[in-house]
């Protein structure tokens, strides 16, 4: 299986008849940093990620094929349905999601409404904190059982609905698990502004502030 992560180096001859994924990360608009005066700095780095973002995947496109799937994770709907979950959800990703459907992509529902409700629960259930270790280790099991079912689902539905030599587009979060099947080549989006998120998120404002004062 190919796990996420792994990079290709785009070539149109060995990839134009296998499947391509496209695979971005998740960034939120909505993160929150601790230092308050460096929130419009952040804010403008999450927009930067966002553009060179939608670069990275256009020049995949013009070398490996143009994207005609389109799947964002915690989506469980299609069509205008699926827009609407986008947007609530990130409105950072719902900008390129829109664009790609405006020009003829279509939006798959790669997630099991059910199966990711009862994922959610527990993981919300496991940040409440548990004190017996009992429960804890009842939680655990529970998670990894339904997250194991989802990650499946989820890899199963992309390889159900991209097509031979398709170019199709993932949004999901970067610590995802998905592990797909050796015919789809995945091709990770890795902006540079990406980097600069990742320290700010680390600590990187506070260290900065530091060493002004």
Do not use: C
């Not at 256009?58 to 827009?83: A, P, R, W």
């Not at 995945?186 to 260290?207: M, N, Q, T």
């Amino acid at each position: 299986m190919t796990e996420v992560g792994r990079i290709k180096k785009p070539s149109v001859e060995r990839f134009a008849s296998k499947k391509k994924l496209y695979f971005v990360p998740l960034v939120s608009t909505m993160a929150r940093v601790d230092v308050k005066e460096k929130q419009g700095e952040f804010e403008k780095k999450v927009e930067d990620y966002w553009r060179q973002a939608k670069q990275q995947i256009e020049n995949l496109e013009f070398k490996m094929g143009q994207v005609t799937n389109i799947y964002h994770e915690f989506v469980s709907k299609e069509g205008e349905e699926g827009l609407r979950e986008i947007e609530h959800l990130n409105k950072g990703s719902f900008k390129v999601v829109k664009e790609m459907v405006d020009k003829g992509a279509k939006l798959f529902a790669i997630e099991d409404e059910e199966i990711l409700k009862e994922t959610l629960d527990w993981q919300r259930f496991i940040m409440m904190g548990i004190e017996s270790k009992n429960a804890k280790r009842i939680a655990f099991e529970a998670y990894n059982k339904i997250n194991k079912v989802r990650n499946e689902h989820i890899v199963n539905r992309i390889a159900e609905t991209l097509q031979e030599g398709a170019a199709g587009v993932l949004f999901a979060l970067e610590n995802s698990q998905f592990q797909f099947l050796p015919d789809i080549e995945v091709f990770y989006i890795a902006p540079p502004a990406l980097d600069e998120i990742h320290r700010y998120l680390s600590g990187g404002f506070k260290e900065e502030k530091q060493q002004s004062d």
